[in-house]
């Protein structure tokens, strides 16, 4: 940047006497003085540069610990000089935090350092208490960042207004006390261990001039009380969840709330309490509880969680084989699991078939094709069923379609084969008939040979008409047993 210098001359003749003079000349020196300083800050300012550090939030909450904390470190280069490398060094609460990780941004040539856990650590250092050690897990440990450019991808990365030189993860001691805290990270000040706490030099080696300000970051540590333990049992043969639970010692709840997958399930458990109950008689997968405290009327954030699962098949499928009029039961088993054998269940009652863990389908006639049959399969493991019973229907869902009395294969109009049709599945089984009702030529609710002979007698021997529907294809105008789909 090109700078605009003004020369100031300052002349004249004095007395010794002359106050009117010298007056004068101290103005103008004066002038002079500020209008040189002016250009020499100027020339200052573009060759500055600011190294520091930001966290990505200013309040940190806490419920059980281990939550992290991202603090990422910057380079603002308005005047995009060219960086050859830097240095940073701070300190942190380490009686709050422990030094996780570090993620680069992908500077070839970095080096990081802090406890002793994370990577080398640093000697002692004595402050205004002691001698507080660097790497010894109280009050202050220390973290530091060094790079130095050593290619050209290196510089490209540097290059830019504002860069991010890479991150520090930190994470919440377990045991960080209730209540709220003020964390600070203050540049670290041991000399002569440390000469220089921010420093960036050019490519050259040489020294830019850093803009330090304060160099300290502030934030704030909340953490509410939670449950000192959760525990959850589900019985299968009561079909309840029991959660039993601790409290940390001090601590006083007015109340309980329980929370069932997100869902709130009971707004007010008095405060002495220590277990709850949850009727769940059909558990199947994965169930998840919360219970968060209630202190001074609010319910506190934090909630502490615990699971309760039972394993069942999956994908089961029920069907039907319209060439042999059977009902087709298709599952697989979840992944992982051993099991012992499957227990099948029709319309709530245990059918005595043999399914072991390599058995995959099961078949059955259909039978009365208008009612709706409930097949359930549960898993039986180490000699215990589980409450997990996995459910399909044959039935459910079959929308009802219109139909032409006496029209039993729905060819469109009333034959013989329509008649053979009827009396094969009365009596052979075979095949499946979809629809009852147009099989129910006298319209009786019922199907017996009298419909088969109704057919006959209406084609050969000019009998009866049938009921309606007859001309074109409507519903069953006499609500009965029979179906049509």
């Not at 959850?232 to 001090?250: D, F, I, K, Q, Y």
């Amino acid at each position: 940047m090109n700078h605009m210098y003004t020369k100031l001359t300052c002349t004249g003749q004095r007395s010794v006497s002359d106050f009117k003079f010298l007056n004068a000349l101290q103005l103008c020196l004066f002038l002079a003085f500020l209008m040189g300083g002016q250009n020499f800050l100027s020339a200052q300012d573009d060759q500055q540069v600011e190294l520091h550090i930001l966290a990505d939030t200013d309040t940190l909450r806490l419920c059980d610990g281990g939550e992290e904390l991202t603090v990422e470190v910057w380079l603002q280069n308005p005047n995009l000089l060219s960086v050859g490398g830097f240095q940073i060094y701070y300190a942190f609460p380490a009686e709050y935090l422990t030094l996780d990780r570090f993620e680069s941004r992908g500077l070839a040539s970095v080096n990081t350092n802090g406890p002793s856990e994370f990577g080398g650590g640093f000697p002692a250092c004595a402050d205004d208490v002691g001698n507080d050690l660097w790497d010894d897990g109280i009050g202050r440990d220390v973290f530091s960042l060094v790079a130095s450019v050593t290619s050209e991808e290196d510089k490209t990365l540097l290059e830019g207004e504002s860069v991010s030189l890479g991150a520090f993860i930190f994470k919440v001691k377990d045991d960080a006390p209730l209540g709220t805290v003020t964390l600070t990270f203050p540049l670290e000040t041991c000399p002569p261990v440390i000469i220089d706490q921010k420093a960036v030099f050019d490519i050259s080696g040489n020294k830019l001039d850093v803009v330090i300000g304060s160099g300290d970051l502030s934030l704030t540590l909340e953490r509410e009380p939670v449950l000192d333990s959760l525990s959850c049992e589900h019985s299968s043969e009561t079909g309840t969840s029991t959660l039993t639970w601790e409290v940390p010692e001090g601590t006083a709840p007015d109340a309980y709330s329980i929370y069932r997958d997100g869902e709130l399930i009971a707004p007010f458990v008095p405060g002495f309490m220590r277990t709850y109950e949850d009727d769940l008689p059909n558990l199947c997968g994965t169930v998840q509880y919360e219970v968060a405290l209630q202190v001074d009327g609010e319910e506190v954030e934090c909630r502490t969680s615990c699971v309760v699962q039972a394993i069942g098949v999956e994908n089961f499928i029920c069907q039907v084989d319209e060439e042999t009029s059977e009902i087709v039961l298709n599952w697989t088993l979840p992944e992982g699991e051993v099991i012992d054998s499957l227990n099948l269940y029709k319309n709530d009652e245990l059918l005595p078939v043999d399914l072991n863990p390599l058995i995959t389908t099961y078949r059955e006639p259909v039978g009365d094709p208008c009612a709706s049959v409930v097949f359930e399969l549960a898993i039986e493991k180490d000699g215990v069923e589980s409450p997990c019973r996995t459910r399909c229907e044959f039935g459910e869902g079959l929308v009802p379609v219109d139909f032409i009395r006496g029209d039993v294969n729905f060819s469109g109009n009333q034959d013989i084969s329509d008649a053979i049709l009827s009396l094969n599945f009365q009596f052979l089984g075979d095949p499946l008939i979809t629809c009852p009702d147009a099989a129910d030529s006298d319209d009786n609710g019922m199907l017996t040979v009298g419909d088969a002979i109704w057919i006959l007698q209406f084609l050969f021997l000019g009998g009866e008409l049938f009921p309606p529907p007859l001309d074109e294809a409507g519903s069953d105008p006499t609500p009965d047993d029979l179906c049509c789909y």
